[in-house]
């Protein structure tokens, strides 16, 4: 047996000089195929090839590959490449045994979760193996043994993940029913570092499952701290309500008006309400910074006025909070709606305005600063 290491499992594929990485579908299969391999030919393996999608093949390294008392058990490390994946560096484990009974027969050991509720992909009680993770895994089986196998033979495979319940913790799992461990997901088997389409996967996942558990009132948050803030303000929502949709709020509302929503609460800070309040519904510094001339100029609208010297200095500030301190000082309240209001009614308009939209702005300490409403 290998002793687990955390050096890169395989060779990797560049892409603006980042770093791709591995899903842990491609890390079950590697080690499922392993392990098959251990057990039909009864020697130790150190790697293997699979098969991925286009007709990629990859070599892994394994972690570990032992024989036990029922089948042969192989690991290998998730190496994520440049993406900030909490998963990276876990080994993923496949433990796998003949059965008689025909097709792969999945079990969920040690740290890899289990559906709970409905509103996924995969049915409730199974293991939580996306379906796009189980054809990459399959279709390894298959070169492994040949494709007739399954249809006359079965496999077993027991995929853990050593401190999985932990890992799980960090991702979505918890929230959407997904209990015991991390998901076996990945339908490319290839990680993409900081994928914006993964990300709004992500989104869209949770808006279903909350939708089909009969959630149809919906928190969109831009980050942790707000979603949090507005837990905190509205404890009787299950937390399936509640999804981080960070820079993607545009994106968020108009899939929630599509999927069934009908109605949303809008959680953040000045800073990226602030662009709501303009109509810019990606809020990613990539696609421009705050506009502090903007705030500036709904400073100017309030009452009482802000002096020519003060607005002189509200349209020099550094930061959306500079230009809030300076108005506090000066005993201008007020700016705060003012976002509020224009966020929902700018939030209202990017989806027609098919259901109500609330808004909620927080300072960083969790106070809530101002709320505005807009009607369907």
């Given at each position: 047996?290998?002793?687990p290491?955390?050096?890169?499992?395989?060779?990797?594929?560049?892409?603006?000089?980042?770093?791709?990485?591995?899903?842990?579908?491609?890390?079950?299969?590697?080690?499922?195929?392993?392990?098959?391999?251990?057990?039909?030919t009864e020697?130790?393996q150190?790697?293997?090839?699979?098969?991925?999608?286009?007709k990629r093949?990859?070599?892994?390294?394994?972690?570990?590959?032992?024989?036990?008392?029922?089948?042969?058990?192989?690991?290998?490390?998730?190496?994520?490449?440049?993406?900030?994946?909490?998963?990276?560096?876990?080994?993923?484990?496949?433990?796998?045994?003949?059965?008689?009974?025909p097709?792969?027969?999945?079990?969920?050991?040690?740290?890899?979760?289990?559906?709970?509720?409905?509103?996924?992909?995969?049915?409730?009680?199974?293991?939580?193996?996306?379906?796009?993770?189980?054809?990459?895994?399959?279709?390894?089986?298959?070169?492994?043994?040949?494709?007739?196998?399954?249809?006359?033979?079965?496999?077993?495979?027991?995929?853990?993940?050593?401190?999985?319940?932990?890992?799980?913790?960090?991702?979505?799992n918890?929230?959407?029913?997904?209990?015991?461990g991390?998901?076996?997901?990945?339908?490319?088997?290839?990680?993409?570092?900081?994928?914006?389409?993964?990300?709004?996967?992500?989104?869209?996942?949770?808006?279903?499952?909350?939708?089909?558990?009969?959630?149809?009132?919906?928190?969109l948050?831009?980050?942790?701290?707000?979603?949090?803030?507005?837990?905190?303000?509205?404890?009787?929502?299950?937390?399936?309500?509640?999804?981080?949709?960070?820079?993607?709020?545009?994106?968020?509302?108009?899939?929630?008006?599509?999927?069934?929503?009908?109605?949303?609460?809008?959680?953040?800070?000045?800073?990226?309400?602030?662009?709501?309040?303009?109509?810019?519904?990606?809020?990613?510094?990539?696609?421009?910074?705050?506009?502090?001339?903007?705030?500036?100029?709904?400073?100017?609208?309030?009452?009482?006025?802000?002096?020519?010297?003060?607005?002189?200095?509200?349209?020099?500030?550094?930061?959306?909070?500079?230009?809030?301190?300076?108005?506090?000082?000066a005993?201008?309240?007020?700016?705060?709606?003012?976002?509020?209001?224009?966020?929902?009614?700018?939030?209202?308009?990017?989806?027609?305005?098919?259901?109500?939209?609330?808004?909620?702005?927080?300072?960083?300490?969790?106070?809530?600063?101002a709320?505005?409403?807009?009607?369907?």
């Amino acid at each position: 047996m290998k002793t687990p290491s955390r050096r890169p499992t395989a060779k990797h594929y560049q892409k603006d000089q980042l770093r791709t990485g591995f899903t842990t579908s491609a890390c079950a299969a590697a080690a499922a195929r392993a392990a098959l391999r251990a057990l039909r030919t009864e020697t130790p393996q150190t790697a293997a090839h699979i098969p991925l999608p286009g007709k990629r093949q990859v070599a892994f390294e394994l972690a570990r590959c032992e024989f036990l008392e029922q089948g042969v058990r192989a690991g290998v490390i998730k190496d994520a490449g440049d993406d900030p994946d909490v998963t990276h560096g876990a080994e993923i484990r496949a433990t796998v045994r003949f059965l008689d009974t025909p097709g792969i027969h999945y079990e969920a050991g040690a740290g890899v979760g289990v559906v709970t509720l409905p509103g996924l992909e995969i049915p409730v009680g199974e293991p939580s193996v996306s379906p796009g993770a189980r054809r990459i895994i399959q279709r390894a089986v298959e070169v492994e043994l040949g494709g007739d196998f399954l249809r006359h033979q079965g496999v077993h495979i027991r995929l853990s993940v050593p401190n999985g319940e932990a890992i799980a913790r960090e991702t979505l799992n918890p929230r959407l029913g997904v209990l015991g461990g991390i998901s076996i997901l990945g339908t490319t088997g290839i990680v993409v570092p900081y994928s914006e389409g993964a990300y709004r996967g992500s989104i869209v996942v949770e808006i279903k499952a909350a939708l089909r558990n009969g959630v149809t009132e919906l928190a969109l948050t831009t980050g942790k701290r707000s979603e949090q803030y507005l837990m905190a303000e509205r404890p009787h929502w299950p937390e399936l309500a509640f999804i981080q949709v960070g820079d993607h709020v545009g994106f968020g509302l108009k899939r929630a008006a599509r999927l069934g929503a009908t109605r949303i609460a809008l959680s953040g800070m000045i800073g990226k309400l602030s662009k709501i309040a303009q109509g810019r519904m990606h809020t990613h510094v990539s696609q421009g910074l705050i506009d502090i001339p903007f705030i500036a100029s709904l400073a100017a609208t309030l009452a009482p006025a802000p002096s020519p010297e003060l607005m002189a200095r509200l349209r020099e500030a550094n930061t959306a909070r500079h230009i809030q301190m300076m108005l506090r000082k000066a005993g201008i309240p007020g700016l705060e709606q003012r976002i509020a209001h224009l966020a929902a009614q700018q939030a209202a308009a990017h989806i027609d305005h098919a259901f109500p939209v609330e808004v909620f702005l927080w300072d960083i300490k969790g106070g809530l600063l101002a709320y505005a409403h807009a009607a369907d």
